[in-house]
């Protein structure tokens, strides 16, 4: 008996949508959790996208430095080394940081 090839599960598809669209967010440009999650095509899965975002492996090539709060913040607490390489890395990419916040006007990505 030939058995029928697995498809992944529900969570396993979710996680991957997430990270295709991560994919597309370009350099210079932040997302918030619940745009990443429409863009993923979840809307209304703003913590799944947080969830999915704080499992990442540490060394990963995602760019999730892109992915703040939709009050234009880093979520991460303040005094943490994770809202220090996050902060770093979105400076590097030429994002300004004013009293702990993101212009999403300015650097939002509107896809």
Known sequence: MVSAPLSPSPAATNREAIYLALMTVPAGKV??????????????AARLAGSVLCGLPDKTELPWHRVINAQGKI?????????????????????QIKNGKISLRIYGYNN
């Open 31 to 44: 997302i918030t959790y619940g745009q990443l999650a429409s863009l993923a095509g979840l809307p209304g």
């Open 75 to 95: 979520s991460l607490p303040v005094d943490s080394s994770g809202y220090k390489k996050q902060m770093q890395r979105l400076q590097a990419e030429g994002v």
